[in-house]
């Protein structure tokens, strides 16, 4: 399993360059979309490991054409150029009847599906490469079907799923669907996400997916008991970090993945 | 632990796609039971407009109560009626609200320019056009606000204030804005209106 670190502000360039030249992370995944007016060949030269790419803001589900054309056209130079391990992307209300919304919207898993599948597709053939997309941290009821959507969309579209575990580990707290129900999800996915969750301000019962911290014990329970379904040639797991992006408490979670996939010795590689 | 116990709704299941419409709306607040999830789902939206406002301006708070709510409550229902986008100018807004509200002689020269500058750096990390630069300017200043999209990888986006002597016209509405294409600003291709 290659381990990544989130790559959201401009601020926390070196620090991120550090974690790459100290070994800690193996790649380095860019919010992209943040980066669009940053020169490519700066982008190129900035870290000496792959990238990977996550996009917030393309909306591709809700957006016209003619503004998926231009995002397309204007990212298009940076997976030209950076040739990222992976392009991921958002299953997500942004806005509703016209209102930015300030925390994302879950879609309806049963009523949205042509809609997100036919976005899909033309979102992959505008960039011309596969699309991963993210699992939601659910709250409320109906992420029972979730699972069987993201297996059905990766199976119509040749999309993949960037499964996250934490966002799961939240969904199922609050009522969702067991980790045990998005096997076949994590069987076919190549690319993962894991951070911490917290709990909601008016209710503690909540959990709510939050990046603030250090991953929870459910959280890590998780990923050691669908290790063998997650860790496979060419998968990577990127570590969330959005607030209090602290170098040594980074570090301290990054070191319990390199604990999680460490190479377990097989007969063959024994002396 | 899990909390499966904790309903949605009391008496049924519901989805979100179900609380879209109160997801913005201050009053939802009462009409859910406080011991549901989506209340706490609603509050969770509505708590992120909260700070997304008082956070970036919080001299706010000094104008009415200490949590704001006379001024957050006031301004969310009169955005729904305006059917307001709430995007990255969603700060001028308020400005405008605020000027023919109660409160609109502590609305000094000094908070618009805040507000102009929080809606300058939103639209510098939100908007995804190949826009690169906004300008905002004020028919009662020769001040103009600028917010820029980060061009390197260690400027991040950049807000400044400049001072226009140079014959250029004022908005003539109390606010405009216009774009630019280049991290120069040598153009001056006239004022937009503000954008709902």
Redesign the interface.
Same mark, same amino acid.
């Given at each position: 399993m290659q381990i990544g670190f989130n790559f959201t502000l401009g601020e926390t360039t070196p620090m991120v360059q550090q974690l790459a030249r100290e070994g800690a992370i193996d790649y380095v995944e860019l919010l992209i979309d943040n980066f669009l007016h940053v020169p490519v060949a700066e982008m190129a030269a900035a870290f000496d490991v792959p990238v990977g790419f996550h996009i917030m803001f393309s909306r591709f589900i809700e957006v016209d054409d003619a503004t998926l054309d231009t995002f397309a056209a204007q990212l298009k130079p940076f997976i030209d150029t950076l040739q990222p391990l992976y392009v991921s992307d958002h299953i997500a209300y942004f806005t509703h009847q016209g209102r930015a919304l300030f925390h994302l919207g879950e879609i309806d898993y049963q009523a949205d599906f042509e809609r997100v599948r036919e976005r899909i597709l033309k979102w992959q053939a505008l960039l011309g490469c596969q699309m991963h997309v993210e699992n939601y941290p659910s709250i409320v009821d109906g992420s029972d079907d979730a699972p069987m959507f993201f297996e059905r969309l990766m199976a119509d579209t040749g999309c993949g799923t960037l499964f996250d575990l934490s966002n799961a580990v939240c969904a199922w707290r609050n009522g969702g669907p067991s980790l045990h129900a998005w096997r076949e999800v994590m069987k076919q996915a190549r690319h993962f996400h894991v951070s911490s969750y917290n709990t909601a301000f008016a209710d503690d019962r909540v959990t709510v997916d939050s990046h603030d911290g250090l991953m929870a014990a459910d959280t890590l329970a998780g990923l050691r008991a669908y290790r063998d379904l997650m860790d496979k040639p060419g998968a990577t797991l990127t570590y969330e970090r959005d607030e209090n992006i602290h170098y040594d408490s980074v570090l301290e979670d990054l070191l319990k993945l390199r604990e999680i996939y460490a190479e377990v010795p097989t007969c063959a590689s024994l002396p | 632990?899990?909390? @499966?116990s &904790? !309903?949605?709704l009391p008496d049924r299941?519901?989805?979100?796609?179900e609380? &879209?419409?109160q &997801?913005?709306d201050p009053t939802a607040r009462q009409r859910l039971p406080?011991?549901s999830?989506?209340?706490?789902?609603v509050?969770?939206?509505l708590?992120?407009?909260w700070h !997304?406002l008082f956070d970036v301006c919080p001299d706010l708070l000094d104008m009415a109560d200490p949590a704001g709510e006379q001024i957050f409550d006031g301004f969310m229902a009169w955005a729904a009626e305006q059917?307001?986008?709430?995007?990255w100018h969603f700060y001028l807004w308020v400005g405008r609200w605020l000027a023919q509200s109660p409160f609109q002689h502590q609305l000094t020269d000094a908070l618009q320019e805040q507000l102009m500058a929080a809606a300058a750096a939103r639209w510098a990390?939100?908007d995804?056009? @190949?826009q690169?630069g906004v300008v905002l300017g004020r028919a009662a200043s020769t001040g103009w606000v600028v917010g820029w999209? @980060?061009?390197?990888?260690?400027?991040?986006r950049r807000v400044e204030r400049i001072e226009v002597d140079s014959g250029l016209p004022s908005p003539e509405a109390d606010l405009g804005l216009f774009y630019t294409n280049s991290f120069e600003l040598d153009t001056f291709p006239g004022w937009q209106v503000l954008p709902k």
């Open positions: - | 632990m899990r909390f @499966p &904790l !309903t949605a299941m519901i989805r979100d796609r609380l &879209l419409d &997801l913005i406080r011991d999830r989506a209340f706490v789902r509050d969770m939206s708590r992120n407009y !997304t059917h307001l986008s709430m995007g990390v939100l995804r056009s @190949p690169v999209k @980060p061009n390197s990888l260690l400027a991040g």
